[in-house]
C-alpha cells in the first residue's frame, strides 16, 4: 500500500509530460499506434457488437424539449421558405429536440479528456488552469484532441467475478493483484495501447437496485496507477467513476483521476455499464476486443458523453 507521500510522488514519477512533445495533448492515446488498431481489428473473432453506456434517462439525466410539427408546411414562417417542397408538401412532418445535458458526476457515461482535472492549478503536459476559459471552454487539451475516436484493443477485466461475488462492495479498492490474478483467469494479458475496463459488479447492483447515492463507491485504487503506466495502458475505463471512495488518502480525494489526467494524461471513460460485455465475453470465453469510442466534437469541452461500444 503506497503512502501519501508516495501517491503525490506519482505526479512525477509517473509524468508522461513532454514524453511526446511539449505541444501534445493526446497523452497515452499515443499509444494507439496503427499496429495496435489492426490488432484491434484482428480481435473481432464472433462479430458480436453490445453497448457499454447506459441509457441517458428523461427527465432524470437529461433536460429535454422536444417539438413536433405533424404537418411541416403548417409551420409557421412555411410560406417564406425558398423551396417550394416545403411549402407545398402537405405529407410530410418532423420532430427535434433541443437537450441539456451535464455528463460528468457519477451517473451518464462519459470521456474525461485530460483539460477535466487540475493540480495546483496545472493541467496535462505543464499548462495553466488559466487555459480554460468560461466563454469559450479550455483552449488545451479538450475532447476535441481525440476527434478521431479512440479505436483499440478493450481488455474486460471482471474483479467481482475474480473474487466470485456479485458486486464489490462500496469502499472496496482494486489492487494490482487483482488486475494480474484477473488476467491469468480470463487468459488475456494487457498490453501497450490496450483499453482496460474494470467490472465491479455495480453495474449489476444498479440494474438491480438503481443508482446509489453518496459518494462511496469501489473502484481503482491509486496502487494501481504504477501498473497502468507500466503496462502502457491508453485507456481507463469502469462501471463506477474509477476511484474508489474513500481513497485511502486524506490529501488526495481521487487520486487516480488527478494523476491520471494530469500527470499521465490518461483518459477515462466514467460509469460504463459492463454487465452485457461480461455476459458475452464469459459466453465466448473471450475477453479481449475491439473498442471504438467516439467522442462528440464540442469544442473546448473537458470531456463527451458516449456509447463504447465493444465488437468480439
Known sequence: MPTQDEVLGYFSTLSNWGRWGDDDELGTLNHITDDVRLAAARAVRRGRSVSCAWEVAVPGDMERSTTTCPCAADMPG???MPAPG???????GFSVERLGVTF??????HLDSPCHIFWDGMMYNGRSHSLVDAATGSAWAAVTAAADGIVTRGVL???AGVRDVPWLEPGQGVFPDDLEEAERRQGVRVRSGDAVLLRTGYGRLRHETGPAGGFTQAGWHASCLPWLREREVALIGADTT???Q??????VLMPVHAVSLVAMGLWMLDNCDLEACAAT?????????HLAVAPV??????GSPVNPIATF
Open 242 to 244: 474509477q476511484d474508489v
Open 78 to 80: 412555411a410560406e417564406n
Open 157 to 159: 477485466l471482471d474483479i
Open 297 to 302: 466534437r464540442f469544442a473546448g469541452t473537458s
Open 104 to 109: 460528468h458526476g457519477n451517473t451518464l457515461t
Open 281 to 289: 465475453a464469459a459466453e465466448l470465453g473471450q475477453w479481449d476486443f
Open 86 to 92: 416545403f411549402r407545398d408538401d402537405r405529407h410530410w
Open 246 to 251: 474513500p481513497s485511502g488518502y486524506e490529501g
